[in-house]
């Protein structure tokens, strides 16, 4: 190991414990508690001082406490913050939000590191409050809060009592000179600054610098990237591992691997829904997207044509938008684009269909051709005259020519007026050959996972841009033309064309659970579309609707595994093709939301309901968004007190995150609830998709699997992303009309995938080089699959160098000298390496400088 490393471990165990080497401490000390003015996001700081003269930052300007109001475009503001502490010990802090929403936020915390979900009170919606400041009536235990409001330029103080800052006495108002200010301004390395000075004990301020030493330590670690810690290793000359498998093992979960479908990226419509004309409904619009009509991906060619978009007499009043297609000179036509081009392979059938109405008495025939960005044909059909009344017509287009980017053109084949809706081009090799149904290849490259569950339909899109936004499972079922679309808010459209059918269908074809996810009651925390004005932070379902959305959660189930003789949602299942049930065993109930009153009392509502109705049900709950923090914490609480079956955990982490927490799940207690991890990535600057996110997955995915009698189910997030469409990277396989693109990390989930087990066999495992940089950097599993009898060993090597093997597996009753292996290893930036397969020598063989091998050794069943 290199030199300059042991010096920089020394310095770090120096920092740590050296601190606290001091004989000579205050008892007591001044600490100040402000946020920086020109920044919104800078969160509350910290200072400490012995005489008040001479201040020194703790953690340079690490914040303890963040905002989490609002959304995080325009959101997430912490202003003027103030902090008192109760004779109880605990810390309280009141600051201001923005100048808009008339709310302000209190945190509660008992050491100052870890705060308590924060809570966004409103007490007048007519005003916003600035200039909190808060006293503590010891008499009563309650708190008096006084603020200076603003309605609309005009200054007025008010005052109320809380004990819990969740109800309030009536506000009063005051005057100015009623209001006790905390603030005081002092100077910082030269800079005014205003916050509240309070006398604590010294330990107070120490455990504070302590912990922002550690964080920001940790901080340090986990960016640390392959090629940086390289270097550390480049005098090992070799490197060699005993492993050895013991006789003793553990039953582990069968559902492992999943997949976590999200329409985001264009996943789903333009995606791995095979409609191939976008907006077919022209219910496309700006609430969609800024820049988008009813008329976007359709464009006029030639003269003598008009097109306009109509309400009247619509096909359905979930769909209330079609074309007005006016043709005077004939020649003129309407050009869909798809999703920038239609792609189209020779000789292979597409289904056309168009809905046609007649307008006036000179509708004519259309003529319905694909064109290559030449002009050339590569397809035509004619579609008969249409009738005074809504009508399908269906055609069968045989591509004469491969294309990447065709268009569709209707021509009206003499002059007239005619109205058109849901317009559509489907490949009749979908997935499976089904109706209405996948894309073939993306759908193979999903099913090549092998996924034991697919989640869906998110992600934020589950819980949605406000409480309108809430996915609905109903408005996704049915006839294409009672489907109700609506804004996607990731800045697109969805047309719900692949809805709760198409979804249960494919999870069957591909041999998959479902793992359906719905809101919670509310809708996401930091979306755009709160109606913070009245609900602070959250908005939930209001109570009187709460009954009517538990029954759509009701139905849902109902209607995956309900008896269509009995049930009218199990019979509109059966009419759409699918009599028997599907066999439904997992219920997602909200997606890292914020862990409110208002989140609690409706999640409570939905699973009690849920529990009674339908016991046979898993419940999924959630934790909030990262691995830690109030969320996860309280999170965490509230399902151990709810006694919630599995709770979905999600983070996206740096690459030393994953290194330095190997052991995050060994520590979880396995009589609270069990885990589904269900996001996560490695996150390297520039987001990128390689072989050193892939082996780092591969590597927490390892350690998952010793801890998968707790952790139950895990899948990778997000999963496809359309080039040129993509608002989230990295991804797991990327596409583009023509192609798909798995990456490096696809193949570690699909190595996985395809190789479970339900049996977790224990291992130690020896370097000769006996240190914990090198350590941390080899990992290794055994798992059985008692179906087959297979053994299978998931090495995987995170070092720069090779490593000389020696596995015993003696105990396992294996002597053999050879099994087959796949391999998958690169530089840490390839972005392109594929798993190949080798046989490997059990008895001596190298795992190759960053590598992930898998063994597989035959089973006798
Ligand atoms: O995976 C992308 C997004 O990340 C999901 O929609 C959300 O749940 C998470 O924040």
Redesign the pocket.
Known sequence: MKRSFYILTLAIIFLFFGTSAHANEPASAHLFAYTKKDNGRAGLLFAWSIDKKNWHQIGNEYPFVKSDYGSWWGGKNMENPTLTQTPDGFWHSLWTLNTDDPTFAYAKSEDLITWEPQIYPVLDYNNICKNLNATYNSGDESFSVSWMGDKNGKVTFYTANTKDFRTFSPISEISKSQISEKRETISITGKPETGTILQVKWSVIDNLIKNAQLVNFQNQQNQETMNVVAPRFSEIKSLKANIKANKESKAISDDLIGI?F?D?NYAADGGLYGELIQNRDFEYNSSDNRDWSNKTAWTLKGEGSTFEISTENPLHENNPHHAILKTEKVGASLLNDGYKGIALKKNEKYDFSIYTRATDSNCSKLIIRLIDKDGYVCGETKIAKPSKNWKQNKAVITATKTVADAHLEIIMETSGEIAIDMVSLFPQKTFNGRKNGLRADLAQTLADLKPQFVRFP????AHGDGIENIYNWKHTIGSLESRKPQHNLWGYHQSFGLGYYEYFQFCEDIGAKPLPVVAAGVPCQNSGKHNHKIAGQQDGIPMDEMDAYIQDILDLIDWANGDPKTNKWAKMRAEAGHPAPFNLKYLGVG??DLISVVFEERFKMIYDAIKEKHPEIVVIGTVG?FSEGSDYVRGWDFATEQKVPIVDE?Y?QPPGWFINNQEYYDKYDRNKSKVYLG?YAAHVSGRHNNIETALLEALHLINIERNADVVTMTSY??LIAKEGNTQ?NPDLIYFNNTEVKPTVGYYVQQLFGQNAGDEYIYSTIQLSENNTEVNKRVGKSIVRDSKTGDIIIKLANLLPIEVELNLDLAELGIDQQTAPATILTGTPDDKVAKPTKTTFNLKSDKLKPYSFTVIRIKGNK
């Open positions: 976590f999200e985001i998110g992600g934020c899109v997606n890292e968004p999600h996206y996001e997030a997000p989230w």
